[in-house]
């Protein structure tokens, strides 16, 4: 029932910068708190960013911090994580969650690298 679908990843250089979407159905999205999390090559799932259902409070992992901006359209029940400066630590698989982080989409590559 619920579906989340990420898109938006890709390969950039280092300092490049990537916008992330999520369309999301199947549940109340205005109601739902929102998630970015990654997940590096090996290695486990990582919290990124997170939005309150109104979209007023944000939170931010602290390495991200002033790179990225968590963002929500709740007339359109997508989400979006715009990257900024990127580096190679932020390569990885990201996937927009529930606050419950009880369902998830496929994710969508993005790959840092010179």
């Known amino acids: 029932q619920v579906q989340l679908v990420e898109s938006g990843g890709g390969l950039v250089q280092p300092g490049g910068s990537l916008k992330l979407s999520c369309a999301t159905s199947?549940?109340?999205?205005?109601?739902?708190?929102m998630n970015w999390v990654r997940q590096a090559p090996g290695k486990g799932l990582e919290w990124v960013a997170l939005?309150?259902?109104?979209?007023?409070?944000?939170y931010y992992l602290d390495s991200v911090k002033g790179r990225f901006t968590i963002s929500r359209d709740n007339t359109k029940n997508t989400l979006d994580l715009q990257m900024n400066n990127l580096k190679p630590e932020d390569t990885g698989v990201y996937y927009c969650v529930q606050g419950a982080w009880n369902s998830w989409g496929q994710g969508t590559q993005v790959t840092v690298s010179s």
């Open positions: 939005v309150n259902f109104g979209g007023e409070n944000k």
């Open positions: 199947g549940f109340t999205f205005t109601n739902s708190w």
